[in-house]
Structures are given as C-alpha cells and as structure tokens.
C-alpha cells in the first residue's frame, strides 16, 4: 500500500516538523521584469535630452551672442561708457534754431492784420455804459421808454406805470433817489414820507424800512446799460439777472429777456423830479 504523506498541521508548523518554501517567493519574475523596463526608459530619456542639448549648443555658438544677451535685466552695467559727445548749448541741452523763411535776406516779414474790434455787449450784467449813482440824494422821476408819458407811480401802495396830471400825481410820481441800502454802489428809491420802494413777491410796493438785511436788499438795484440811448434798467441785488419791468402797467420783477418787448419795457430814463 502506499505510504501516507499527508501533509502535517500548519498550525503548528514547527513543532510538527514542517516549515514554508521560502526558496521562491512568488511574483519575482515580474517584479525584475518590470525593474528591467523602468531602467531601461530612464536610460533612453538620458541619452535623449544629453542629444536635444548638444544640438541647441551648436546652433547657439554659431550664431554668435545677441543684443539682448550682453545686458542682463536686474545686473549693474560695466560696459565701456559711450563715446557720444553732449550737444552744445546751456547745461548740456541742445538749442533749436527756427529755420529761416525763404526768400532775400533782410526782408520784413508781414504782419498779421489787426483783428477788428467786437461791438461793446449789451448783455445784462454787462452794459456798454452803466449809469453811475449821484454822490448825493437826488429827487427823480422815472419814465418808461415805450410809454413816454408815463411815469412810476405810487398808487394804493404799488407801484404803477401812469400818467401825470396835477400836483397830487407829480408828488406821488417824485421818489428821493439814495445810494443802495445794500450795496452803495447801486440805488435805493424813497417817497416823500420816507417809504421805500421794495419788491415782495416780485412785486414793486412802498413799504416803511423794518431795518432787516432782507428789507434792505429788497430796496436795492443797481443800475445797467440799456438798449435805448439814455436809459438804464434796474437789476435787483439779491435776485441777479431779474429786473424790474412794467407788465399791464405794474412795476413787477422779472428774469432776464433777449426779446425786444423785454428791452423796451425794462428800460427806464431817471429824469428830473416833476414836483
């Protein structure tokens, strides 16, 4: 028969005599296959980049060093200095001379003609003459100049653009002219019972003078140029670019026109006082 060789217990191996082949661990072969090949690709990438350098070294020497090689960007220069020679002239800078026109030596060149003078402006705020204010107190009437036979008047309080009959209308039509209130470079307007001429709600009324700045600059206009010869119209002070006009025959206060309606009805001759 025969013989048993069934193999002992492993769970013991060494008590029962038996121990693991360790002659030959598995997988070895394809481990020093794969060794082999990994060696081998880094052996041909060497040889590859040794060749890609000694071809870019050759064609680099036989071109010979560039511009931009001499001069590296961050390096203090040590490069002979250049030769060039400064221009002549004050503190080494060059001096450019206008070249000559051509023609005989000598010779005066033209002058440019005299551009001609622009008309004086007639803008508001800008007259071509601005009447002065008298250094003293002045009794005046004032006349419109597209009504030439009416006059300011002082009529329930307002001021109205009437004509003159008897005594009673001359006194109402005479005011006491003043430097301005607010500014004594422009003009202030009294009556005869020491009211003053002042514009509320772009209105011009008599009022008695409350002593306020507003009151003040309310009474206060200062003379501009005019259209029509011998007249002036009368800017308010604290409102710039208003003036005053007659509309319906009542003084008010308006903006700034260009039409010729406006000119004329804001356009006023500060003459003699009727009464």
């Excluded at 890609?52 to 040590?78: E, Q």
């Excluded at 005989?104 to 800008?126: C, D, F, L, Q």
């Excluded at 209130?181 to 002042?198: E, I, V």
Aim: net charge positive; with cysteine.
């Amino acid at each position: 028969m025969p013989e048993d060789k069934s193999r002992p217990s492993q769970e013991q191996p060494w008590e029962n005599g038996w121990a693991p082949d360790t002659s030959r661990a598995p997988g070895t072969r394809r481990l020093w296959l794969a060794g082999g090949m990994a060696l081998a690709t880094i052996i041909a990438c060497i040889t590859a980049i040794a060749v890609t350098d000694r071809a870019s070294d050759g064609k680099s020497a036989s071109a010979g060093p560039s511009a931009d090689d001499t001069t590296v960007p961050g390096l203090i220069s040590f490069a002979t200095p250049s030769q060039t020679t400064p221009p002549k002239g004050k503190s080494g800078l060059s001096t450019e001379r206008p070249a000559k026109a051509p023609g005989r030596t000598g010779a005066a060149s033209p002058k440019p003609a005299p551009e001609p003078s622009k008309p004086p402006s007639h803008e508001a705020g800008s007259p071509s003459a601005t009447p002065k204010p008298p250094s003293g107190d002045t009794w005046r009437s004032i006349r419109s100049v597209n009504y030439p036979d009416r006059y300011w008047q002082v009529s329930d309080g307002y001021v109205a653009l009437n004509r003159v009959g008897g005594s009673t209308s001359r006194q109402d039509s005479t005011f006491r002219q003043v430097k301005g209130l607010a500014n004594g470079s422009c003009l202030s307007f009294a009556t005869d019972d020491g009211q003053y001429l002042r514009h509320r709600s772009f209105v011009l009324r008599a009022e008695r003078n409350d002593g306020s700045a507003l009151f003040a600059q309310d009474a206060t206009f200062c003379p501009r140029g005019s259209y029509h010869s011998g007249a002036a119209m009368l800017e308010s002070v604290n409102y710039p670019g208003y003036f005053l006009r007659h509309k319906n025959f009542v003084i008010r206060m308006e903006r700034y026109d260009h039409s010729s309606l406006y000119q004329a009805d804001s356009s006023f001759r500060l003459v003699d006082g009727l009464a």
